[in-house]
């Protein structure tokens, strides 16, 4: 009976450690497969990274073209620019010239109506006329279609119209009359006899033309008004 018991007990002791051992090979395959499949994977990133670390490459160097040809399209066209601006007679520059009247007493127009005193203003562009003081006249430097706009104040208590004429030699001219209904001897204020004239409109100027501002020779000028002379070259 106690042989019977002992074999029952090697018998179940047999058993169990052939479970823990297959127990154990289950676990070490289990954890190859685990290894093999962690291995693949980690591979397969690293393809991906170096895949990827290579077309960050391809276009950070096309990036690096495009920059380059884009500095040297932009030195190209500097060059050229400056060498516009660099030709004869300033072609390209804006032109223009501004001039005032900077008056501090009454000034009366000449006997032939022609208004002088003007003082140029400094401007950033090439200048459109050259100004002799002697005479009154602007010289135009170059030739082009021109706006043109003059303005004057007038200190005249003995008509009821001013007049003012921007007129070019054998060519165009802007014309202004302006008439007023009151009579001297009704102004109450000390700006009743300031009346102004203005013209301004395109102009058509060959190089050489001469300009001038003309208006009545018995006409005398406002010091409180505002006087100026001035052209733009359109084309």
Same mark, same amino acid.
């Given at each position: 009976?106690?042989?019977l018991?002992?074999?029952r007990?090697?018998?179940?002791?047999?058993?169990?450690c052939s479970?823990?051992?297959?127990?154990?090979l289950?676990?070490?395959?289990?954890s190859?497969?685990?290894t093999?499949w962690?291995?693949?994977?980690?591979r397969?990133l690293?393809?991906s990274v170096?895949s990827?670390?290579?077309?960050?490459? #391809?276009?950070?160097? #096309?990036?690096?073209?495009?920059?380059?040809?884009?500095?040297?399209?932009r030195?190209l066209f500097?060059?050229?620019r400056v060498r516009?601006?660099g030709?004869?007679?300033?072609k390209?520059?804006k032109?223009a010239?501004?001039?005032?009247?900077?008056?501090?007493?009454?000034?009366?127009?000449g006997?032939?109506?022609v208004?002088?005193g003007w003082t140029? #203003?400094?401007?950033?562009m090439a200048?459109?006329?050259?100004y002799?003081?002697?005479?009154?006249? *602007?010289?135009?430097?170059?030739?082009?279609?021109?706006?043109?706009y003059?303005q004057v104040?007038f200190?005249?208590?003995?008509?009821?119209?001013?007049?003012?004429?921007?007129?070019?030699?054998k060519?165009?001219?802007?014309?202004?009359?302006?008439?007023?209904?009151?009579?001297?001897a009704?102004?109450?204020? #000390?700006?009743? *006899?300031?009346?102004?004239?203005?013209?301004?409109?395109?102009?058509?100027?060959?190089?050489?033309?001469?300009?001038?501002?003309?208006?009545?020779?018995?006409f005398?000028?406002?010091?409180?008004?505002?006087?100026?002379f001035?052209? *733009?070259?359109v084309?």
């Amino acid at each position: 009976m106690q042989r019977l018991v002992l074999r029952r007990r090697g018998r179940a002791l047999r058993l169990a450690c052939s479970l823990v051992a297959v127990a154990a090979l289950a676990l070490a395959v289990c954890s190859a497969l685990l290894t093999a499949w962690t291995w693949r994977q980690s591979r397969e990133l690293s393809r991906s990274v170096q895949s990827l670390q290579e077309r960050l490459e #391809q276009v950070n160097m #096309q990036r690096k073209a495009i920059v380059q040809l884009f500095l040297e399209k932009r030195v190209l066209f500097e060059s050229q620019r400056v060498r516009r601006e660099g030709t004869k007679e300033g072609k390209g520059k804006k032109v223009a010239s501004h001039f005032e009247m900077l008056i501090r007493v009454f000034v009366t127009v000449g006997i032939e109506g022609v208004i002088k005193g003007w003082t140029e #203003q400094q401007l950033n562009m090439a200048q459109a006329v050259d100004y002799n003081a002697d005479n009154g006249t *602007f010289k135009v430097k170059r030739k082009g279609v021109y706006f043109l706009y003059c303005q004057v104040h007038f200190n005249e208590n003995q008509s009821q119209y001013v007049k003012l004429e921007v007129s070019v030699p054998k060519g165009p001219s802007l014309q202004c009359m302006e008439g007023y209904g009151t009579t001297p001897a009704a102004g109450s204020h #000390q700006f009743h *006899f300031l009346k102004p004239c203005q013209v301004s409109g395109l102009l058509h100027l060959d190089e050489g033309a001469e300009l001038k501002a003309v208006t009545g020779s018995s006409f005398t000028l406002q010091v409180s008004g505002k006087h100026y002379f001035g052209l *733009f070259k359109v084309n």
